[in-house]
């Protein structure tokens, strides 16, 4: 039963293994602030029992979110909402981080321009990007930096840096979408330059005894594009500022691929094994035997569930139920267990 054994990361000990990854919600308004409905929907899967609680992409600018409804922290004056959901969090068992976002060239926001390493349209449905100078790509370092220094305020346990699914930072670091001719483009090392400078600059107000948290797509399933190899290279350029990557693929071009339970599992085992870096895994993961597999077989550290918490709040509780396994159950709930 490794998945609710303790799992210590940098000093951060978790009381299980499981992850939730964050998820977009789409229920803040134009000013970005957490609402009722967060409160509701993270501490529930806190009570739920899951290890680590991952609050979904939250915009370092206004022009860097997903949609005019994320969570955002480009502003002191996200901290006290946000800082009372952590506490919230904390208040039952869970650790709790934060994705820090820039949607890159898929902004759907209201925001009068979106920006990108290159001017290249995500579809005919989205707006065509301003290709960011030299200096607005200094700028947005620095938005990184300030977000950091906020969630580090907010009383966050640890930050992820949002590098996949298509979005800025993977924009950069993918040929595909990044025809920069400066020295942010061509090379991988150039292409990983606008990552390794927000990593550094986060450092600079992020506590030491934090780990921060990297989430990446290690295939774009595209000619041209990355894949396992090319992730291995790229995380092997960056990881002496990170301490855990969060394995994904896809979402940068619109593209067909398989997708099964357990679809991305090959793409962790293989950055864990050729980095020498711990990994979660996450993709189409359901039930307890495919978790415990993965565990055991040293494939992933971590292991995220997504769509099994949006359909089940207590998957963790309910989980140990099921399966006969050892857990104190929230004490409110005891006679639903017994």
Not at 35 to 46: L, P
Request: some cysteine; overall charge negative; aromatic content about 8%.
């Amino acid at each position: 039963m490794k998945s609710l054994t303790s799992y210590n990361l940098k000093g951060l000990e978790l009381k299980n293994r499981i992850v939730m990854p964050p998820m977009c919600m789409y229920s803040s308004d134009e000013n970005g602030m957490v609402k009722d409905f967060h409160e509701v929907h993270y501490v529930s899967r806190a009570i739920g029992g899951v290890g680590l609680i991952i609050v979904e992409a939250t915009g370092v600018v206004p022009n860097g979110r997903i949609s005019s409804n994320d969570l955002s922290i480009w502003s002191d004056e996200h901290i006290l909402g946000l800082k009372f959901l952590v506490d919230k969090v904390k208040s039952h068992g869970s650790k709790i981080a934060i994705q820090l976002a820039h949607a890159g060239r898929k902004c759907t926001s209201n925001d009068e321009y979106i920006v990108a390493p290159s001017a290249i349209r995500f579809s005919e449905e989205y707006r065509l990007p301003r290709e960011l100078t030299i200096d607005e790509i200094k700028e947005l370092v620095l938005a990184f930096k300030e977000a950091a220094r906020r969630a580090d305020e907010a009383g966050f346990d640890s930050i992820e840096i949002h590098g996949a699914h298509g979005y800025l930072i993977h924009e950069f670091l993918s040929p595909i979408t990044n025809k920069r001719t400066d020295e942010y483009g061509g090379s991988l090392e150039n292409r990983t330059r606008f990552l390794k400078e927000i990593l550094v600059s986060v450092k600079e107000v992020w506590p030491r005894e934090k780990p921060i948290l990297l989430r990446v797509s290690a295939d774009d399933y595209a000619e041209g594009g990355i894949n396992k190899e090319e992730m291995v290279k790229i995380i092997d350029e960056i990881k002496d500022n990170i301490d855990m990557v969060h394995v994904s693929t896809g979402g940068l071009i619109s593209v067909k691929f398989d997708i099964f339970p357990g679809y991305q599992v090959l793409h962790a085992e293989t950055i864990r094994r050729e980095c020498n870096i711990p990994t979660i895994a996450v993709g189409l993961i359901n039930g307890y035997d495919q978790i415990e597999e993965i565990l055991y077989n040293n494939r992933a550290d971590l292991v995220a569930i997504g769509r099994g918490l949006l359909r089940d709040p207590h998957f963790v509780l309910n989980m140990a139920y099921e399966n006969r396994l050892p857990l104190e159950y929230p004490q409110q709930y005891e006679r639903g267990y017994m």
